[in-house]
């Protein structure tokens, strides 16, 4: 290597790395921000493995408790003792949607019962709406435990704690358990309202996601469209009709990554449901059982069940509305009361007459 060669590395070398005289609270502050908004958990990885110094600040509590959502979608065949560790570092960090997301895995997927409500009730505790629906929903249906073991007047307190919160699932468990005298006084006025108040809000949600919305779309030149009755000449929209009786077509309102992590873990078989148990028949959910007939059953066709009335209702708009056929076995079981406690229907909205019976 020549002299000028030599001289010029050296120069190199010598320059100063303007990253490294960026502030401390300056770097915090800007992964803070990079945490809070990352779409996947790849984004936040990237910069764990850029440099030892963003190493050290990404894995700073006060970046750890601003991570977002979405910095935990981890998919259930990658998980692994570095990323339970790592749910753990931002649990200790006080993270509300970490506190949620491992809460879950491990009530469901790890069988943990008591330390997943354990977490789940800390980031309840933090005004987590969603957290609090799932504990009502563990409530109402005795999860972990036996029939016994169900408390409604519980379960309405922390519905109506979500439901406070603009959780639009809470708010349509809370006017049914009104409207059916369900863990509280029996108010039909008082439920009903509640029922159109959810509704007036699903409705304003899904209004909103039309505006940002970006169909896929394949290029057909006709497609019959016989499961809504109607011809789409042109390029085919493929989307979730939440509104499809209102001539409308929009997505689906976006799960939570952990309800996709649940549903994979048991679909993949990492999970085994025992003999009897099953999933929650709303795709977007992934609860399963904890004991045999712990979920409602369609009193129709008793083919799907449901965790509770929010996944009930949704999957009928999106998908049991046209596959719900009546069964004459299953109706002889629910007309003769059945051996598992079956009751009256219950109502999915005002108008429709397919419901869920517990």
């Not at 009755?229 to 009786?245: E, K, N």
């Not at 045999?292 to 059953?297: S, T």
């Amino acid at each position: 290597m020549g002299t000028a060669q030599r001289k010029r590395l050296r120069t190199i070398s010598e320059k100063p790395d303007l990253f490294d005289q960026l502030p401390d609270d300056l770097v915090l502050h800007i992964l803070s921000k990079l945490s809070a908004s990352a779409s996947r958990p790849s984004d936040f990885i990237n910069i764990i493995i850029t440099c030892k110094r963003l190493k050290k600040f990404a894995l700073d509590p006060l970046v750890l408790s601003r991570a977002g959502v979405k910095t935990f979608a981890m998919k259930a065949e990658r998980w692994s003792d570095p990323a339970h560790q790592f749910l753990k570092q931002c649990v200790n960090a006080g993270n509300r949607e970490a506190l949620y997301t491992l809460g879950m895995i491990r009530f469901y997927c790890l069988q943990n019962r008591g330390s997943g409500a354990s977490l789940m009730a800390k980031a309840a505790i933090k005004s987590h709406a969603l957290a609090l629906y799932s504990l009502a929903v563990i409530q109402f249906n005795g999860s972990g435990g036996s029939k016994n073991d169900k408390n409604l007047r519980a379960g309405v307190a922390l519905c109506a704690r979500a439901a406070v919160l603009g959780h639009i699932d809470a708010l349509r468990e809370l006017g049914h358990c009104l409207q059916d005298g369900y863990g509280v006084p029996r108010n039909i006025v008082q439920g009903r309202r509640f029922l159109v108040q959810a509704n007036a809000q699903e409705l304003a949600l899904s209004l909103r996601s039309m505006l940002t919305w970006k169909p896929q779309q394949k290029h057909v030149e006709e497609q019959q469209n016989l499961r809504y009755g109607c011809t789409v000449r042109g390029p085919a929209i493929t989307g979730c009709p939440l509104l499809s009786d209102f001539g409308c077509n929009v997505p689906a309102r976006e799960a939570h990554p952990v309800n996709g992590f649940l549903k994979e873990w048991f679909e993949s078989r990492r999970g085994v449901l025992d003999h009897g148990l099953r999933l929650c028949s709303h795709g977007g959910c992934g609860r399963p059982e904890t004991r045999p007939h712990e979920f409602r059953r369609c009193s129709v066709c008793g083919a799907v069940n449901y965790c509770s009335r929010g996944c009930q209702a949704l999957d009928w708009k999106l998908r049991h509305k046209v596959e719900c056929v009546p069964s004459e076995q299953w109706q002889g079981m629910v007309e003769d009361g059945g051996d598992h406690g079956f009751g009256g229907m219950v109502e999915i909205e005002e108008g429709e007459d397919v419901a869920i019976v517990e």
